[in-house]
Structures are given as structure tokens and as C-alpha cells.
């Protein structure tokens, strides 16, 4: 058998959750004697396929002119490689794979599977919070989710004409242009939700079989996949025995292991960080800061460049994470959306680190059956800093942490795909 795996960007140089993800559940298919490769579509330039660890990368540019350019390009890597069928782990459009080729692997009958990492498929917002504040069912409407978008806009009293004039060009298959392209946006709103929503349809559609690897959201999905498509396959532990190398000091080594985005809550972590007086804590952030052009990340290096306890090191690769976790003593993940099942808390878990989160569906699923963990209610700065400051006086000195020994393993993970794959090529 052999699987082609698609997504956005791929290790060594993104380290993200989703690609060491691919990665172990491609070491431990390996195992298994399945052949992989990964197709890796990004605005990015790799020129050439190239190997990382074993693993075939094979570039598919997006700098490719045309739809049937980059089909015929696929057609050639499909008729070179001869998967038996393709796993899905990404889809961002512009830059990376979207439904058109999924709509291309299923013309020429090659199966899909496609794994939903993240919430962004099915809520706009990334958060299922209604208006903001309101817990929400998760079942997307365009009606309902263009008003959710339009309160986070802040439009106020207009949110209802805005509303009825977004509705009124959809359905008359009109788009407002602007000079500003925020009003552009507000008034294409519903047309942008509808679109969106229409979007997870097609990818349901055109997937042979649907994985979601949280039950809250296994639970969502089943209002909207058909029942034969849809199968829950939770994220394991990974082999991970180290608990520290860490001499004990007079505080606490926390450590960010994430993108640099706004959506992860860096900024509030490091705020948070700052605002406590007479901080004796460690902060280490492993995350690539090369690319100061970036507004976000430059404003993140100049906030904390006059503070000694607040480093930045190198991000790592996932065989390196056993020995730099090994040097902390909390893992902090202040994310701002529902998280899916954040990969940093199952190897944190896996080496029974502390571990300090916010508060959203898809942390506390994993953190639920694990005592060593605090989840702050409030994802604000304040809340954070209480919380960073309750850890340390109420679990400081920490002491080396056991995991549970009927952990749920990522080989089973692994074992639940192959099973899958097997039972789709049958």
C-alpha cells in the first residue's frame, strides 16, 4: 500500500502541530511496511523534492500558472508515484491544497481521506462562541454565522441592515466593492459565509472518509457527515520516558512551544509574563523569529528584548522533543481559538510535564483524566498572570511527574488509520 499525504508546509523548516503529526503517523506506518510521501503545496519555493528523515517531500508550487497546469503537474507526480490513495491534513486555500484537487484525485478514482485539525472547516470564527459570548452548537448556517461575524466586527446597530444587504447581493449574485475592504467584507459577508460553509460541504462530499480526532467534535460532525463517512480517531500518547534534567532553582522554567500567531495567544502569554512583579519564573519561547518583517513577530522580540527571563530559543524537530522538554517544568497553551487536540499537550502529557492552558474544548478533552494541569477560565492577560502566579505557589517546587500507564498510545492511532485505509481499498 501506498498513502500520499497532503498539507501546507512540512518539517524541517514549519514544526507546527499538524506537520509533526504527519509525521509521527508516518513512522509509525513505515513500520507497518506502508509506503508514504507527502505532497506539500505552498506559496513557499521548494525548487526540488527533497528527503526529510526517510520521508519523500515531494513541492507542489503554487506559483504554477493555471488550473490545468497544476493538474497536469499532479498528474505526473500521481503517475510517477502511484498512491493507492491520499490522506489530507491541510486545506488553505490560496496557497496551499483546496477542494479543486480533491475534485482532481477523485476524477481519476484515487480514494481520500481527509483529517480535520482544525474548526476553522465549520466555525468562521474559530472559537463556537455565538455574538462572542454564547456557547455555540457548532452546526454552521450562513444566517447565523454571518450575524456571530458581524457583531465581532462591532458594527453595532447595523449589524441587521448590513445583514439584509449582504443577503440581498448574494442573492442576486452582486458584490459590493469599496476603497476600504473592510466595508467591502461586511457587505460581502453573508456571500463569504455561505462560501465558507459550502466549502465544508465539498470537502464531505469528495472525502472518501472523514476523521475528526476529538469526540466534542466528532459529536458536531455527526449533524452534518453522513454517518458511513465519518470515524473518530483520538490522538495517542507518545514513548516518552525523561520527566526532567532540570536542577531545581528558585522558580519555574514555562515554556511556549507554538506558532507566532495571533490566534495562539502568544502575545497574552508574554504580556501576561511581563506584568508580574518581581517574576522569578523562566520564560522560553521555541518558536523562529527570522522573519521580522512580520509585524506581529517584531512587536513580540522588541516587547521582551529588555527582559533576561524571557528566551528565545530555536524551534526543534520532533525527535529533539524528548530532550528539550525534558528542561521544563510547565508547558503554557494560551491559545485563543478551540484548539482541536493540541499535539504539544500529548507530548507534554507523554513526559508528565505540568501544563498550564486556556480554556476551550479541545484542551480540556485531553486534559480531563490528567492531574497535573490548571485551566484558566478567562483568556485575557490578567487571567493568565493569576493563573502562571497561582502554579508557582501552589505547585512550586514541582516534583518529577508519573503518566498514567493506560494511556492511549499514538501506535494505536496509527493501527485506527491503517484499518481505515485497508477497509476503503477493499
Known sequence: MKVGFLLSSFLPRHTGGTEIYVYRLICELQKNNISCFV???????FATTYIYKGIRIIPVPTSVSGKEARFKLLE???SDEQPDLFHVHELTAPDGFTVLDLEFFRKLNIPVVTTLHVLRYSCFMQDLRYLGNIECDGLPDALKCTKCFLTRKKVGVFTQPVILLSVFLYNNNMRAAFLSGKLSTMCNSYSIVFEHIQTLHKIITLSNALVAITKWYHGILQGIVPFNKLHLIQTGSFFMDVNSVREKGDGLVLGYLGRL???KGIDLLTDAFISIKD???QLKIFADISN???SFVLSLVNKTRFFPNIHWCNPFQPDEAQRELAQLDVVVVPTRITEM???VIHEAKAMGKFIL???NRGNKEILEDYANAYIYEENTIHSLSVAMQHVHQNYFPLSDFTKRDDQHTFEETAGQYLSLYKNLLI
Not at 39 to 45: M, T
Open 39 to 45: 505532497l506539500n503545496s505552498s506559496a513557499e519555493e
Open 76 to 78: 505526473q507526480i500521481i
Open 261 to 263: 500567531t495571533p490566534d
Open 279 to 281: 517574576n522569578v519564573n
Open 292 to 294: 521580522l518583517e512580520d
Open 341 to 343: 487536540s493540541p499535539l
Open 357 to 359: 492552558a486556556s480554556n
